[in-house]
């Protein structure tokens, strides 16, 4: 089926006689004080360029074979699915404790204002943008921990150990502990 664009010079409006009887046209208008009217009934195309205005007040601009559009379509649609794919399987995987070690990871790769990273969403699309998959929290961490192949994971595992924030090692310490701790200091 052939979409066909009809376009007229001015705002338009017109009846035609068809196959099934009379037909009222309103074109659309547009920016400029054109008008447009797009139309894939065969009957109504066959009307309208048979009409004694066609070629004068309005004009065919464009014909549209729907059925190779639907197949362009797919076949652009299909291209961008494997494109995001492949952008996928090449991203960097990386999880890490806390919003905090996501943060300063980003900010020593890739040198940016730490003012520009201040919630966990602008964290995972900064670094989404630099392709890297970033996943942040504990639950992240176990998993990365669970999957010990991974060269990734290893590096995450690193970033951890070296920039953990201090509150969250402490509150996993004993009470008895952090008195011995303290005692050692004041020493």
């Known amino acids: 089926m052939l979409l066909k664009t009809y376009i007229a010079l001015s705002d338009l409006s017109l009846t035609v006689k068809t196959n099934k009887g009379h037909r009222h046209i309103k074109f659309n208008p547009m920016t400029g004080g054109q008008s447009m009217f797009q139309t894939n009934d065969e009957d109504v195309q066959n ?3 048979a009409d004694s205005w066609f070629g004068d007040r ?11 559009e639907k197949e362009r379509q797919r076949k652009i649609d299909a291209a961008i699915k494997k494109a995001t794919k492949k952008k996928e399987q090449q991203m960097e995987k990386l999880a890490f404790a806390s919003v905090t070690d996501a943060k300063k990871y980003l900010v020593d790769k890739f040198e ?3 003012t ?4 966990k969403a602008e964290i995972l699309a900064f670094a989404e943008e630099h392709g890297i998959s970033m996943t942040i929290g504990k639950a992240a961490m176990a998993a990365a921990n669970e999957d010990a192949g991974s060269e ?7 970033n951890e150990d070296a920039g953990a924030d201090e509150d969250a090692s402490e509150e996993e310490e004993d009470p008895e502990d952090e008195e011995e701790d303290e005692e050692s200091e004041e020493e």
């Open 152 to 158: 990734d994971n290893a590096e995450a595992t690193d």
């Open 112 to 114: 940016v204002s730490r």
């Open 116 to 119: 520009m990273l201040r919630s």
């Open 47 to 49: 009307a309208l360029e």
């Open 58 to 68: 309005f004009f065919l601009k464009e014909t549209i074979d729907e059925q190779k």
